[in-house]
Nanobody, 120 residues
Framework: QVQLVESGGGLVQPGGSLTLSCGASGSIYSANAMGWYRQAPGKQRDLVAIINSSSSATYADSVRGRFTISRDNPKNTVYLQMNSLKPEDTAVYYC??????????????WGQGTQVTVSS
């Protein structure tokens, strides 16, 4: 059984910073892409940033230059450093990973979500 466990959400003032982390545990053979999506109330879930096993990253236009995604491959962990946060960054942030389990089955996994609120 593979699980993604997120941490690091919370309340922050505009202009502040937060770091999210997400660790994958269980019977993992390999981790391909790992990343973050977010969903604000009444909106669809959108990509924030994603990083492949070679550490090549893609960002949403709205966060490029403010957010940085990174990963620790031996630990199957992905991080999202969020700087210069804006109220419009308020959302539930979901960790995403495309993993191959020990049964050699490649599929997508999602974390439970962590709330990020940017407000004064």
């Amino acid at each position: 059984q593979v699980q993604l466990v997120e941490s690091g959400g919370g309340l922050v003032q505009p202009g502040g910073s937060l770091t999210l982390s997400c660790g994958a545990s269980g019977s993992i053979y390999s981790a391909n892409a790992m990343g973050w999506y977010r969903q604000a109330p009444g909106k669809q879930r959108d990509l924030v940033a994603i990083i492949n096993s070679s550490s090549s990253a893609t960002y949403a236009d709205s966060v490029r230059g403010r957010f940085t995604i990174s990963r620790d491959n031996p630990k199957n962990t992905v991080y999202l450093q969020m700087n210069s946060l804006k109220p419009e960054d308020t959302a539930v942030y979901y960790c995403y990973a495309r993993l191959k389990s020990s049964l050699q089955i490649l599929r997508a996994y999602w974390g439970q979500g962590t709330q990020v609120t940017v407000s004064s």
